[in-house]
């Protein structure tokens, strides 16, 4: 499954207001439950096959899928089904804890607006692993930083 077109890779994002942060921080949080539930309804599918495959046996075993280490990653090649539902149910929380980390950061966007900021700024978010990690606000949108990185909302 792949991330939805539109959903942020880690790097820099810049905005041109305070209200531009606040949308694309909708607009991801949005996008990451919306990934979040994709994989939930498959997540559910999956489940019911493997229950209906293994019918008569002990479902505990269905949690215990065997991986080996392969260089950097881990490998499973004997049951696919069982791994397929592992990676998906990491997928799943995982844009789980995206969204609920980018409602974090959205709720306290009226902090940032306490501080004073002018209605238009340029805005820099740095996203680790899709998650705003840092802003930095350019009140005066200095030449030397606005060109260096292109306007993304």
Do not use: C
Not at 99 to 114: G, P, Q, S
Not at 143 to 150: A, R
């Amino acid at each position: 499954m792949q991330e939805e077109k539109g959903l942020p890779v880690p790097g820099l994002v810049k905005l041109s207001s305070v209200d531009s942060l606040r949308l694309y921080l909708k607009d991801l949080m949005t996008n990451y439950e919306k990934e979040s539930d994709k994989y939930g309804e498959r997540v559910g599918r999956l489940m019911r096959i493997l229950e209906e495959r293994m019918a008569g046996r002990d479902v505990k075993k269905l949690r215990e899928v065997e991986w080996r280490k392969s260089g950097m990653v881990m490998l499973n090649t004997d049951e696919p089904l069982r791994g397929t539902l592992e990676l998906m149910i990491e997928a799943m929380e995982d844009y789980k804890a995206k969204a609920k980390r980018t409602a974090e950061v959205l709720a306290n966007i009226n902090e940032l607006e306490d501080l004073g900021l002018p209605y238009i700024a340029t805005i820099l978010v740095y996203l680790r692993h899709g998650v705003p990690l840092r802003i930095v606000v350019d009140r005066e949108r200095a030449p030397e930083v606005d060109e260096m990185i292109p306007v993304t909302a």
